[in-house]
């Protein structure tokens, strides 16, 4: 069964950077996988998305030019780069594969 393991979270100045992992526990070449993001009262939202050999990626306007996803299929992990945080990139982040959910990592961007 499909395993999804999300970390890197934490407590980070605005204008910091993180790098989010999400680790899987089967091996996903041929899969797309996303990372998504709720923010307390907020619904969930995807704020990024690459595709099975990583040569695609999408990104909606609010992060596009600060975070990076990338994969590493040998090790079955794929990243989330988030610089330029900002107060409301605050959010517990998931990543997403094959309609599975990990738990989640909680980034919180504040002074």
């Known amino acids: 069964q499909l395993q999804l393991v999300e970390s890197g979270g934490g407590l980070v100045q605005p204008g910091g950077s993180l790098r989010l992992s999400c680790t899987a526990s089967v091996n996903l070449d041929g899969y797309a996988i996303g990372w998504f993001r709720q923010a307390p009262g907020k619904e969930r939202e995807g704020v990024s998305c690459?595709?099975?050999?990583?040569?695609?990626?999408n990104y909606p306007v609010s992060v596009k030019g600060r975070f990076t996803i990338s994969r590493d299929n040998p090790k079955n992990t794929v990243y989330l780069q988030m610089n330029s945080l900002k107060p409301e990139d605050t959010a517990v982040y998931y990543c997403?594969?094959?309609?599975?959910w990990g738990k989640g990592t909680l980034v919180t961007v504040s002074s």
């Open positions: 690459i595709s099975s050999r990583g040569g695609a990626t």
């Open positions: 997403n594969a094959l309609n599975d």
